[in-house]
């Protein structure tokens, strides 16, 4: 089983639309979870933080962690087409542990 | 200041010949990491450093596989007798502390080195 679960998509959403996007990981320990965005040909770019569970807003994103379910979310609201993006989530305790990777695309 | 500077940006080479990739971390970042991100993968550890400490290569797929750093500045990532299946994003990125985050110290990417192995 791996560590970190993604699903890779690819996820097309009309400009405006509300985006989901979701983690789950296996190893209880994690205590840091982070969203990366990676534009294409550049390296990934931290996006979110959060530490343990609950939510954490900015903008028009939004992180959510639920350590019960082993489950982490990002959420972004309006999307825009500067959103089109690879989103990777991550997560770590005394090492980091990346998703694969959600391709997003937001069509005008 | 200058974020995660990495070189070169673009490597073409043959199979069998020895590649040697450069990262300059932000300064003052004593955590340097090596990944390898292949098309439509998600981040491979190779490799970390932490200041003086020895580095954890556990994520080395061979002994192909090497690098270094001077201290707590550059690090060099070589590839020996490449092969096809080396070719990948070759991505560098450091951070203040190890391991995770204390206040507000994440992890910074280069824009990585894209090696393709002919």
């Known amino acids: 089983q791996k560590e970190v679960e993604q699903d890779p998509g690819p996820l097309s959403v009309p400009e405006g639309a509300i985006v989901s996007l979701n983690c789950t990981y296996s190893?209880?320990?994690?205590?840091?979870f982070m969203w990366y965005r990676q534009y294409s040909r550049k390296g990934p770019e931290l996006l979110m933080y959060t530490y343990s569970s609950g939510n954490k807003e900015d903008g028009r994103f939004t992180a959510q962690v639920d350590k019960s379910s082993k489950y982490i979310s990002l959420f972004i609201r309006d999307s825009q087409p500067s959103d089109s993006a690879t989103y990777l989530c991550?997560?770590?305790?005394?090492?980091?542990?990346f998703g694969t990777g959600t391709s997003l695309t937001v069509i005008p | 200041g200058a974020g995660v500077s990495q070189s070169p940006s673009n490597k073409v080479t043959e199979k069998g010949k020895d590649v040697e990739l450069r990262c300059d971390p932000i300064?003052?970042?004593?955590?340097l990491y090596w990944y390898r991100q292949r098309l439509g993968q998600g981040l491979e550890f190779l490799i970390y450093?932490?200041?003086?400490?020895?580095?954890?290569k556990s994520g080395l797929p061979s002994d192909r596989f090497s690098a270094e750093r001077t201290g707590e500045s550059v690090s060099t990532l070589t590839i020996q007798r490449t092969q096809q299946e080396d070719s990948a994003v070759y991505l560098c990125a450091s951070s203040l502390v190890p391991g995770g985050f204390v206040g507000n110290s994440p992890l910074h990417f280069g824009n990585g080195t894209r090696l393709t192995v002919t």
């Open positions: 450093f932490q200041g003086n400490s020895a580095p954890d």
């Open positions: 300064s003052g970042h004593t955590a």
């Open positions: 190893n209880s320990a994690f205590q840091y």
């Open positions: 991550a997560m770590s305790g005394n090492q980091f542990y």
